[in-house]
Structures are given as structure tokens and as C-alpha cells.
């Protein structure tokens, strides 16, 4: 099946449906049982998508789980209250006091935070590591070594990695490792990390997947070395998930590829048209070639989406104010992936590294491109423009 049509299908069993369209909002806690056997029965099926306590999951939850693997291509799938759960129990699936665990330079601040906050507390130790290390990962594997966690691109820097040559290695090093990846740029349709020797992938379904910037989610999905670890933890961890986010989510696979397709098409004309302006130092887009790892994209990724930096030549507090205050468009907020654009801006982070450094001390400004005409896009950044050279 080609993607799009798995968009379509994806989660769909009748088993789920019924016989309708969309797997229905199927809410529960308690399973009452009959019988002594019944329950029985049901105990030792609790680790397969059968109802046994709404923690485990409903009908909703399994055929998103499902419609997520037929996509991601994982043996499976568990779904969490939001991404950042997601990162945080797929990581304590796998280490335990005295392991190490190789975090990438440009994670995401929240697993960064999660790294020397909570994993220190724990006795993990944990090492970050350039984005663009590549094979080179192999000089910093240590016979503790049990996670090397990837997220490419990368956070705000974009940074995109050698992720199969760094699953390559790991694994010839200690076949016990697992690679998480933070799959959330790409969404489960543009990089297919089982494929590139990934175990587990992480999505903050609050993104792409839902799609329209009104709810919490995120998935796991894993390889079959890393499914049965991967679930038991996360069960044990309390993780589950509302099925009427859960729904909206699966509501929004269905429009995931046109809408990544527009998203990619109008951030591709803002990119380079950012690219020609002389306030713009470089375009940190995956799809151009200023950006570190283009070449990886190009070699591992099948598509784009809205989601790139720039680099500011000049600017100052006053200035960069001006910009982001009088936008008409591009709203400042946190949370990407919804139809609508946005924009942040982002001082020090060549500060923010602890092992490789980020080349640029001028303001970093991340944008999404929604799916607003490219036309009013472009002339707010203008006038964007306009206010931030007035006030230099
Ligand atoms: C947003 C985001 C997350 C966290 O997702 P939440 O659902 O907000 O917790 C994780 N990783 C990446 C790359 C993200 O952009």
C-alpha cells in the first residue's frame, strides 16, 4: 500500500470499527466480568489489545495504536498522555542505576532538562553528543552504555543526524543498546526509522498527527527486540491516554499528507525567500543546503514539513521586539504542527550546548508555516523586517 492510501486505511479493522468509518470514542475503566474464567481469560490476554482495565487501553486506543504502526512501521505501539511522557518512559524502559546514556546536543530543551534533572538524580549517566557525530559516536559508547538517544532533526538548530550510521554502530558495539529517536519533525510518515535500524520512535502526536493545536499526545512505537520492555514500563509508569484525544488524533492521520505536503510547499517559498534577504545570516531549513546534514535528508527523508529556523545578521532587544510584536500572522507560541503559523525567537543557545558548540550568537527565529496564502505570510515578515531595521 502507498502512503496515502495508508493514511486512509490505517486503524480501520472492522474489529475496531464495527462496520463504520472511524473507530468510535470508546470510553472505560472498569471491565466487569461474569465469570471467574471470563476474567481468567481476559488476564492472560491483558498484554494483547483485549479490555481488561481502561489503563491498558480500549478499542479507540488499539486502533490507533494499530493505525501508528501500520504508518511508522513498528510491531507496537503505546500511546501517552502527551509527547514529552512518551520521551521520558521510553527512556526508563531501558536504563537503571550505574548505565549510561548518550544524548544528542540538540534535544528537545524538556529531554534535555529531563537528562541532568531527573536520570542524574537516578544515578544515570548520561553524556550529550554533537548532532553531527555520525559514525564518530562509536569514540564515546561505553561498556554501560544502553541508550543513545537521536532526535533529527534537531530541536530549533535542525541539525540533521546520521541516524543509520549511529544505529549501525551502536549496535555493532553492544547489540543490547536501544535507539530512541524523537521522530516528531518528520511525523510517522516522512522518515522511517525501523527501516535505519532505530528500536524505539517517539512522537509527539501533539503535533503533525493531530494537527490542529487542540490536544495532548504522544506515541512510542518499537521494534520487536523493544515492544514487550517498552510496554510493561510504560504500563507500570501509569501511562495511558484519553480516547477522545486519542480520536482527534486518529481524525488528524487522515489529512497528515496533504497537509504536510502544503505545509513543506509554503515553508520551501518562505525559506528561500528568507534566504535573499540581507537581515537573514543563514536559513536552517532541512530541504536547502545550509542546512548541517542536508545530505542526510536527502539520503534517509521523503518529505518536508513547515517547521525550520533562520539567523538574524543584527539585532538587538528593541529590535527583535518590534519584530515579533506587530505580527499579523505569525503568532509567538510553543507548540507546532496545527494549520497555523507561528514564531518564536531564541537568544544563547550556542550558550545552551554542553559538548558542540552552535556556531551563531545572533537571535535564532523559528518559524512554522501554517496553511495560511503564502502571500499574507510573506508580507508580514516584510513588514517584520521593516520594524526590526527601524529599531537597530
Ligand atoms: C513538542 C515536542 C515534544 C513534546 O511533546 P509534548 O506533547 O508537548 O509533550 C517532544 N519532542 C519534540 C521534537 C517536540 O517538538
Redesign the pocket.
Known sequence: MKKDTKLVNAGRQAKWTKGVVNPPVFRASTVVFDSVAQMKEASVKRQQQELFYGRRGTPTTFAFADAMNEIEGGVGCYVYP??????TSAILAFVKAGDHLLMVDSA?E??RDFCTQTLSQFGVEVTFYDPMIGRDIKNLIQDNTKVVFV?SPG?ITMEVQDVPGICEVAHAQNPDITVIL?N??ASPLHFQPFDYGVDVS?Q????YVSGHSDI???TATANEKSWPVLREKSYLLGQCASPDDITLAMRGIRTLGVRLKQHEKNSLKIAKWLATRAEVETVLHPTLPSCPGHEYFKRDFVGGNGLFSFVLKKSNNQALTAFLDGMSHFKMG???GGFESLVLAYSGLNKARAESAFGYTTPVIRLHIGLEDIDDLIDDLERGFARLNSNL
Open positions: 502527551c509527547g514529552t511522557a512518551a520521551i528537545y524538556p529531554t532526535e530541536s524523537d516528531t519533525w517517539v509527539a502526536a501533539t503535533k495532548m499526545l504522544g510553543f507548540s507546532w
